[in-house]
């Protein structure tokens, strides 16, 4: 017993090794998967070392520069003007219209999936989900059309009242009264593009809320909405802000419905209402066609830094699902 | 060697016989016997319960048939009776949580004070908050603190109030909680013991001052200790809230209940068989199904 006593004294043995012998269908399932994952990480390795190869020489040329510099100005080697690349404009354009697009889906997916979930009839249940699931498999050029002809005129209209009443807002303030193709019809249009997917994740986090805090909360006399405000949404706040994120994400790699909607302009423009944004998958394709080999090297590097801002959200994302799942529920 | 083995064994024999069945049945009684008997004397609040005619399906099954119960203030009642016999789904009847199921059904009436519960027009979360509720497993709000668990109840039901430390207090105590939380009420609800969890639910429960006080096995996954603290605050609150206790635990049933009603399943939905003060049923039952259950011969 004593382990004081110098006779008894003996080396601890050796931890054991401990191994199993998987079936052969775990091997194969293993392998499997195992190739499975590996081949994503590899695409996604292989995209990124691709983009930088091609815009090393870029990175290179304008160091930081090719961040904070607003302009994009291809040169002219006849008349011996340097290339001035930057994508600062753009990268502030992509966050502002991806914030103004997280802020209004934000609430009408949270809003939507508690319809879904607590209050819409059984009947119609089904029918609502599948249709905001099917809004996800509309194409994004189709979103597009649809932004500049169908909602635009709408949209102008309601950003002259937002200008009228809350124009004393920095941000809903305009240099110009030009309303059309504003950073905040890109948004309305990205917004519309990123509620299924929100939706979908806010109502499978809903879905799984414990029934025994639910009916806790009904016993004590609760309304549905005081139940939802105690129980839902401190239990699904991971969740909702996960979905936020991928939606964020969505919404920043948004190209072609962008870019029929927005006015580019080489300019950081930080009033959402005034006609005049930027966005750097949109930009990507605007140059794209009549670039001079050394601007489409600088377009790789834009969307190398796309690609790193889209990981670095997916990143925050995954902390404030774990942060928020630690203390949340 | 031999004369020690035999006292031994002699010893463990006695232990371990069982009774015969007259034993338990008096021995459940002397228990019943030693309470205090409150009903006969107090009427304290107003309040009381009662369930005409009631049936419950979930969907086309009939799990419980006609029951018919009076719930005067005061009162401790218990339900005992094997498990599927439909116990749980009569008590979520009377605060109206059976109808959370989707295919759940009823039919009777439920009157608290005189009036029907299931009338059209009633505010379901106002009947509630007269007809509180405490589960089988613990549910405190992990989300909110300890404190924040016990006034729950007022926030989801936006009841106003003034005080809230003493209303705290005062509920913690009365639930047995207060010594040991009252230095951590600012911790979360999941970080106590289950015992004290539960513990917490009464608390929360009684926060919003009920007139009943609805408990299904509530000791089911608690220690002695902790039980038999719990069968205090139900005799205590016995002078002010109506409880109706289910319980799987015949001496818990003959220590906190002043009656009990005996419900049994033979094939079909489930019956109340027999209903009278705690003492007779463990003493001297009519039913002979009743017999048979509070002396273990079956169920
Ligand atoms: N949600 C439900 N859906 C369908 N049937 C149910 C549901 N809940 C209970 N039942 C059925 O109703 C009957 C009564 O169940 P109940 O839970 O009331 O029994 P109980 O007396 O409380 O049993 P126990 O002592 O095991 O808790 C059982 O046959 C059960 O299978
Ligand atoms: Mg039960």
New interface residues.
Partial sequence: MANGSLLDEQAPPLPREITTQPRFSDRVFRLVITAGGFTSLLVLGLIAAFLAYRGLEVFRTFGYHFITNYKWDGGNPDAGVKPSLGIGAMLIGTIVISLVALAIALPVSVGASLFLTYYVPNFLRKPLTILVDLMAAIPSVVYGLWGFFVLMPHAVYWAKLLHKYLGWIPVFDVPLPIFERSPFIAGLVLAVMIIPIITAISREVFTQVPLDRVQAAYALGATRWSMIRAVVLPFGSSGIAGGAMLGLGRAMGETVAVYLVLNLAYKANFHILFSSGGSIASMIVNKFGEASPFELKGLMAAGLVLFAITLLVNYLANLIVRRTARTGR | MIRLFNENRYERDAVSTPPNEGEIVSSLASVANRLPRISNEVQASGADLEARGVHAWFGSRHVLADVNLSFPAGRVTALIGPSGCGKSTFLRTL?R?HE?V?SAAMAGEVLLDGVDIYKQGTDV??I??KI??V?Q?P??????TIGENVL??L????IKRSNKEDLMEECLTRAGLWNEVKDRLNSHGGSLSGGQQQRL?IA??LA?APEVLLMDEPCSSLDPGSTLRIEETIRQLSQSVIVVIVTHNMQQAARVSDYTGFFLTEGGPGRLIEYAPTREIFSRPKDERTEAYVTGRFG
């Fill in positions: 605060n949580m959370f989707p979360t106002k509630r908050l509180g509720m589960f497993k549910n405190p709000f992990p989300s909110m729950s109840g926030k989801l039901a936006q639910c929360r429960a919003v």
